[in-house]
């Protein structure tokens, strides 16, 4: 099983950018992916990085404003969110599929972490 654990939320005005960070036991043969929901509504997909990082996969929301990268050194994936706006409030979690395909189902997820609230004020 991985543990997992999202940092780096925080309350921030509309255009601005924010890091978080997946701090992971461990990520061999690992895909993670970033998920968020907000008040009311389900929890949905953001992006993914598969296990080798060559490839990944945003919502159509973040592209181009999102950016996935992985440090397997470390044992840390980052979401750099730039250009954010008050729709992209929501408690931010990333979870882990053993796998190195790119999924968009939490269903296909088995690890998740306990979430960060990330805050866009306008």
């Known amino acids: 099983q991985v543990q997992l654990e999202e940092v780096g939320g925080r309350l921030v005005q509309a255009g601005g950018s924010l890091r978080l960070t997946c701090a992971a036991s461990r990520l061999t043969f690992t895909t993670i992916g970033w998920f968020r929901q907000s008040p009311g509504k389900e929890r949905e997909f953001v992006a993914a990085?598969?296990?080798?990082?060559?490839?990944?996969d945003y919502a159509d929301s973040v592209k181009g404003r999102f950016t996935i990268s992985r440090d397997d050194g470390v044992n840390m994936v980052d979401l750099q969110m730039n250009g954010l706006k008050p729709e992209d409030t929501a408690v931010y979690y990333c979870a882990s599929a053993y796998t190195d395909f790119l999924h968009r189902h939490s269903s296909d997820y088995s690890n998740w972490g306990q979430g960060t609230q990330v805050t866009v004020s306008s």
């Open positions: 990085i598969n296990w080798s990082g060559g490839n990944t």
